[in-house]
């Protein structure tokens, strides 16, 4: 059996600290806010905004919602985002993506002041993780499977990590991260061959799988000592939420695991509202 890695108590425990953060922050007369950007009405991203809106309410946060209309402009969009950098009041945006086709993603995501991109959605954001340098924040998933791994005094330094996808959200952030843990880093990716990522695996103390594929990390993969953090979210034949991890045959096997939900998910929105209250 292995000891799960229970994402929800870890969140429990790290909201506490964050409230007592935040009524320092009442003391001296700031309300921390969180503006929230959304371009239509995309099922996703109106469950992660309510998921934010929800922890923002608990831990005392204020939000300001900036709804667009999907078919908005490029110019007007922009407009938004420049206004939002210049109201003291908002001190972080979450922006929901990905935008309509018509938007130039890459054009507008970068007009947000790196200061307040909470979720590391900016190149110089993105950079910053990269080279290791400091300013910005990293995204928040991926964040959330660093912190997971610390707080339960999983060791990275030297050992043997992989991560299974490499998207520029999670894949390549958390392998940076790890690396500057000092962990010693592999990536796969859906051009790895099958026999070669189950080798990979087998070698591993510490699997991150993002790769958003049910099921994808299975028992002849996994050994008794490692350590295995599922980030993906899908949905199973009952229309149950799952990960990436085939969870019934492998949390048997493993050391540690995380629960899909009650796992890193639980943890990201914490990861989001800390990046808005750095005092
Ligand atoms: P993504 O952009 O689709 O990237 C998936 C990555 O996995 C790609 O690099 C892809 O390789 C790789 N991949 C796909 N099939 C594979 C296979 N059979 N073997 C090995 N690698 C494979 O997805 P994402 O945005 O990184 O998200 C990954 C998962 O995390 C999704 O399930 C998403 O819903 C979930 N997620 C969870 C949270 C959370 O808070 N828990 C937050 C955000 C996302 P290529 O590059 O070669 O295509």
Do not use: W
């Not at 490029?74 to 935008?99: C, F, Q, T």
């Not at 087998?202 to 000592?225: L, P, Q, S, W, Y």
Request: proline share 4%; hydrophobic share 40%.
């Amino acid at each position: 059996m292995a000891k799960i890695i229970d994402g929800k108590e870890f969140a429990k425990a790290f909201d506490e600290k964050l409230i007592n953060k935040i009524e320092n922050l009442y003391l001296k007369g700031i309300m921390p806010t969180i503006g929230i950007l959304r371009v239509g009405e995309n099922p996703g991203d109106l469950a992660y905004e309510r998921g934010a809106v929800n922890k923002a309410n608990k831990l005392g946060i204020k939000v300001e919602k900036y709804i667009c209309e999907n078919d908005i402009s490029m110019e007007d969009l922009i407009a938004v985002i420049k206004s939002i950098n210049e109201n003291d009041e908002i001190h972080g945006l979450l922006m929901l993506r990905p935008l309509p086709p018509h938007i130039d993603e890459d054009l507008v995501r970068n007009q947000l002041d790196f200061r307040k991109d909470l979720d590391c959605i900016t190149d110089l954001s993105l950079a910053n993780v990269f080279t290791g340098a400091e300013g910005g924040f990293p995204p928040c998933t991926a964040e959330a499977c660093i912190e997971l791994l610390k707080h339960y005094n999983i060791e990275i330094v030297g050992k043997n990590c992989l991560v299974i996808g490499r998207s520029t959200v999670i894949g390549k952030p958390v392998a940076m991260m790890l690396l500057k843990e000092n962990g010693t880093v592999t990536i796969c990716h859906s051009r790895t061959p099958k026999d070669i990522l189950i080798e990979m695996c087998k070698k591993a103390d510490i699997v991150i799988v993002a790769a958003g594929k049910r099921a994808i990390f299975t028992k002849e993969m996994a050994h008794k000592n490692q350590v295995v953090i599922d980030v993906g979210i899908n949905v199973n034949d009952e229309g149950k939420l799952c990960g990436d991890v085939d969870y019934k045959e492998v949390e048997p096997i493993v050391a540690a695991i995380t629960p899909v939900p009650g796992g890193v998910g639980s943890v990201t929105t914490s990861m989001l509202m800390s990046h808005l209250i750095t005092e």
